[in-house]
T-cell receptor, first 115, second 115 residues
């Protein structure tokens, strides 16, 4: 079946630098995408989302970019901090219009912030 | 806001025993999801409910797994009999799709170990 996948399992960046985490999705019918952050021993924490009618959305220090042409999603974190160290997941779903639907998650990228 | 509440946080049991995981969604949310997380398969959707009604249980591994949602504030995931391969972290998530958002909020998870 179709699935969401990540290019890099581990990303190491220097504190203060910007980081970019990438995600490829294969289901062209997906119209809603979310980035989650998961720290050790905790549940996934919502970071930012984007719908398919947009190609960019910004939050506090984070930006999500969506390229529907190549089915690519990215999460940019500006001025990384030690607290940003975690595993980041992209997730997708299809808005069926009849209510909430389950998410399909990527495998995750482990972001390591070097001091 | 208490967030999604799951119990127990940790469960260790022996093969063949019955295991019951519990979840209290965020008050006012009308959709509830059960996910399982393993190193090999990542985060997988098991089943979800809209307005207490099971919508899609295609992710439930086999008949040993069952889930119920008797009311809007409580859900259970039961494994009977349990097997070592069921060892994983089980997450519950909830959302309120009436508000036009699909953002799912996750609980802290239950770490299940089947010996």
């Amino acid at each position: 079946g179709e699935s969401v996948g990540l290019h890099l399992p581990t990303l190491s960046v220097q504190e203060g630098d910007n980081s970019i985490i990438n995600c490829a999705y294969s289901n062209s019918a997906s119209d809603y995408f979310i980035w989650y952050k998961q720290e050790s021993g905790k549940g996934p924490q919502f970071i930012i989302d984007i719908r398919s009618n947009m190609d960019k959305r910004q939050g506090q220090r984070v930006t999500v970019l969506l390229n529907k042409t190549v089915k690519h999603l990215s999460l940019q974190i500006a001025a990384t901090q030690p607290g940003d160290s975690a595993v980041y997941f992209c997730a997708e779903n299809i808005n069926s219009g009849g209510g909430a639907d389950g998410l399909t998650f990527g495998k995750g990228t482990h972001l390591i912030i070097q001091p | 806001d208490a967030g999604v509440i799951q119990s127990p946080r940790h469960e260790v049991t022996e093969m063949g025993q019955e295991v019951t995981l519990r979840c209290k969604p965020i008050s006012g949310h009308n959709s509830l999801f059960w996910y399982r997380q393993t190193m090999m398969r990542g985060l997988e959707l098991l089943i979800y409910f809209n307005n207490n009604v099971p919508i899609d249980d295609s992710g439930m591994p086999e008949d040993r797994f069952s889930a119920k949602m008797p009311n809007a504030s409580f859900s259970t995931l039961k494994i009977q009999p349990s097997e070592p391969r069921d060892s994983a972290v089980y997450f519950c998530a909830s959302t309120s799709w009436r508000e036009g958002t699909d953002t799912q909020y996750f609980g802290p998870g239950t770490r299940l170990t089947v010996l």
